[in-house]
């Protein structure tokens, strides 16, 4: 499934993205108020066993973790944001929200990492939450 240069993929089959064109619209809103361009970006979902494997062989971390992002280059981006549906069910749970909402905030998450937002330390950490919530407004999903 795709749209001009946003493309969903399935390690999981039994997982399927609702409204992709809209997700897509979205996404690429995203990159306009960010001033930034895009040429192709694979969002891949799959298992925790499978991101889990990914995340062992590229960056040697022995951990489950909710998205792993790919960029192949930054200007303009392209790159591909692995997710975990397993992490994103458990962490809904875990935080007490709609399974979607988490969706869209990891997936918004890996769109911010391909432009070039890090968090690695606390202040990193709590700019890539304001993005986060800033762009998931856009789809009335930010926490009030």
């Known amino acids: 499934m795709s749209d001009e240069g946003i493309h969903y993929y399935n390690e999981d089959s039994t997982f399927k993205l609702e409204h992709p064109q809209i997700i897509s619209h979205w996404i690429k809103s995203v990159f306009s108020e960010e001033d930034c361009a895009f040429v ?25 973790t909710d998205v792993i992002t790919f960029a192949y280059s930054k200007a303009p981006v392209e790159g591909d944001v692995f997710i975990s549906i397993d992490r994103i069910i458990e962490n809904a749970k875990k935080f007490k929200v709609e399974t979607l909402t988490e969706l869209y905030r990891v997936m918004v998450h890996g769109v911010l990492h391909l432009i070039g937002y890090n968090d690695k330390t606390e202040e990193e950490q709590k700019l890539m939450r304001s993005m986060e919530n800033k762009y998931l407004l856009l789809l009335n999903l930010a926490p009030n």
């Open 40 to 64: 192709t970006i694979n969002f891949i979902y799959c298992s925790d066993t499978y991101l889990h494997e990914l995340n062992m062989k590229y960056l040697q971390h022995d951990t489950l």
